[in-house]
């Protein structure tokens, strides 16, 4: 071969080398820009319902790898994978109420299939005489909220296809009576949801017969408050263990206390000097 030969061949493969690097730089470019758009699409949209069984979302999304099995489990179809455009973490499973809500299967087939525990079997497990079983009724996907403004029963126009629908009838949802004061002969029946018993399983939101369901089920961080430790419930078993050794003198002291209620009002001293 001479040496001209041996030249061209050599430019040839510097010129592929190059145009290989070229396109791999390009696309590496693309990849990253398509994804912190995915990324950015998933921060954009909190309001995701998991599972049955999720495990708090920082830690399900550690978890989660994406497999699918909890969705090819699912026998109503109610699972999804987030695709590109779900504006949700891509890969990993969530459901729509309003579309397909969750029919609470006794078996809860998605959660013993999950391989990481990011479907966390205990946290839907019931105890009874030492025998772990799967309890759909401890699940807590999310809560069911009432729109008060566009929820028909508090026109008083006569709806309980929310109550009816929901499968921990008169616990999850009552409904609540009150006087139809406007008319003075008719009764309003409100739909009161608990969030001790709520599974957040989003039959009450698919049954609503608004345009645009007036009941929603959210997240638990979204659609629950938080009291804070100081306010104590006088009737709760819980709240009366933690004031066990806790002085409850909280009198307040003052010349004016000193005195008896009748010595007080008899005195003819002003009220709030």
């Not at 698919?206 to 009941?215: G, M, P, S």
């Not at 629950?224 to 066990?244: N, P, Q, T």
């Amino acid at each position: 071969m001479s040496n001209l030969e041996s030249k061209k061949i050599v430019i040839s493969q510097r010129r592929k080398f190059l145009s290989l690097m070229a396109q791999s730089i390009g696309l590496s470019a693309l990849g990253g820009m398509v994804w912190s758009g995915y990324l950015d699409e998933a921060k954009a949209a909190p309001l995701i319902l998991r599972p049955p069984g999720a495990r708090a979302e920082s830690e399900f999304i550690r978890m989660c790898i994406k497999c699918g099995q909890c969705v090819s489990a699912c026998p109503y179809d109610t699972l999804h994978l987030a695709k590109p455009g779900d504006q949700k973490p891509l890969g990993t499973p969530f459901f729509i109420p309003r579309e397909i809500p969750c029919y609470m299967c006794t078996d809860i087939p998605c959660v013993p299939v999950c391989p990481t525990g990011a479907l966390d079997k205990k946290s839907v497990s019931s105890l009874s005489e030492g025998v772990e079983t799967l309890d759909i009724m401890k699940a807590r996907m999310g809560l069911a909220v009432v729109d008060t403004e566009s929820c028909i029963a508090f026109w008083g126009i006569q709806c309980d296809a929310c109550y009816r629908a929901c499968p921990v009838m008169d616990s999850a949802i009552k409904l609540e009576y009150r006087r139809n004061e406007r008319t003075g002969k008719h009764a309003f029946l409100i739909p009161i949801v608990s969030s001790e018993t709520c599974t957040g399983c989003g039959l009450c939101e698919r049954a609503c017969v608004t345009e645009k369901a007036a009941i929603h089920v959210l997240p638990l961080d979204l659609a629950k408050g938080s009291i804070g430790g100081h306010y104590i419930k006088g009737w709760d078993k819980a709240d009366e263990k933690r004031l066990e050794g806790i002085s409850t003198d909280v009198t307040t002291h003052t010349k004016r206390s000193e005195k008896s209620a009748t010595d007080y009002l008899n005195s003819g001293e002003e009220m709030f000097k």
